[in-house]
C-alpha cells in the first residue's frame, strides 16, 4: 500500500520523488520502532526483565517524556541545519541506542536509561522529516506526502505486531531489536544529500523572522496530545490485553499488526483525499476522532466479557480513524506555516509527545489497578476532548490571520 502510495504521489515527476519520499518513510519507520516493539513484545521484555503494566506503561512513557523534551529546541536546530543532517546523525543515535537495548538492557532501569534517548532521537527526526517533504514535496501532492510519511508510524506497530510470531517467539525479543538497530543504520546509509537550493533557502529565508502563530498551535497541541493520550495507550497495550482476554501471544502480535494496517491505509487515504478537497482539514481531523472514540467505547465493552471477540474490530476502528489522522495533521499545521514547517509541528509535537507519555502510564495504571475496561473507557473519552479541542484550535487559527483553508 505505501509502495502503491509513492508511485501515485511522484506520478509525471521522474524518479527523485520516489526516492524522496521512500527515505522519509524508512527514516520514520526506523524511529518508531524502539517504542512500538517495546509495546507489542512487552509479555516477553516482561518475562525475561521482571516487571509489571505499570512499569511497561512508565517504560513507554519516558521515552515520549524524551520526545517532548527534545522536540521545540531540535525543531529549531532543524530550521537552521536542514532536514538531511538531522535525519542522518539522529538515525545513526537510534542504531546504538537499539544494539544497547539489544544487547545490555537486562533489567527495567536499563531499558528506561535507552528508551529515554530514543525519545529525543524520534524528536529530532519528526521535524527534520517534515522539513524535508516541505521543501521538497510538490504543493499539490504535500497532503498525499504527508499522510505517506505518517502512515510509517502504525507501519512501525504492524512490524512490531508481526515480530512477536516472527522473531520473539523463535530467536528471542533481543534480536528484533537487533535488527531493528541494521535497519536503523540503512536508513541513515540512503539520506539523499542537501539540495543546494533548499539550503540556501534555509539559511537565507525569513521563517524564523516571521515567526509562528504560538497560541492556536499549543490549542491545537493539546488536541494532538489527547488523541495521542487514547492511541499510544492502546498501542502499549493492545498485545497484553489480547492475551488477557485469551488470545494466543501469536494471535495477539497479529491483532496489533492488523490494527496498524488500518492506521497505514487510513492516513495514505486521508492525504490523498486532502489534495484533492484543498480544506478545512482539522475538522476532518476532529471526526475521526469522535470515529476512534467509538472504537475505544467498543473495546471497553467486550473487555472481560464472553464478548471479548470485538477486540479484534474495536481495535481496527480505534487505531484505523483514532490514529489515522496524524499525517492529515501535520499537513495542515504546516500548510498554514510554510515559512517555518519544522518550528510550527515542533511546539505541536510537544502535545503529541506528551499525551504518548502520560497514555501509556495511565493505562498502565488503570490496568494495573482497576480493569482493561476502565482504561479503554478513558481513551474514548480523551478522543472525544481531543476531537473538541482541535476544533477551538482551528478556529483560533483561521482568527490569528489570513491563512489557507485548515
Known sequence: MIGYAIRRRASGRGPQPVRDLGVVVFVTTTASLPVFLVGTLAVEIRHTLHFGTSALGLAVSLYYLGAAGGSVPLSRLTERVGGVRVMRVASVVEAFLLVGIAMFASSWTGLLSLLLPCGIASAAIAPATNLFLARRAPVHRQGLAFGVKQAAVPLASLLGGLAVPAVALTLGWRWAFAIAAALACLASAVVPAPRAAIARRQ???????????????????????????????????????????????????????????????????TGEL??????RHFPVVAAMLAAGAVGYALLALGSGTPAHWLLVPASVLALGAGWGWNGLFNFAVVRSHRHAPARATGITQVGGRLGGVLGPLSIGFLVAHSSYTVAWAATAVAAIAGAATMLVGRHLLRGSAVTPAS
Open 274 to 279: 486532502a489534495d484533492r478537497r484543498g480544506g
Open 203 to 269: 539559511h537565507g529565508g525569513g521563517g524564523d523572522r516571521e515567526g509562528v502563530r504560538t497560541v492556536p498551535l499549543v490549542v491545537l497541541a493539546a488536541g494532538l496530545g489527547l488523541g495521542m493520550f487514547a492511541a499510544s495507550g492502546l498501542a502499549a497495550f493492545l498485545v497484553s490485553a489480547a492475551v488477557a482476554d485469551g488470545f494466543g501471544k501469536a494471535a495477539a502480535g497479529l491483532v496489533a499488526a492488523g490494527a496498524g494496517a488500518a492506521a497505514v491505509i487510513v492516513r495514505i487515504a
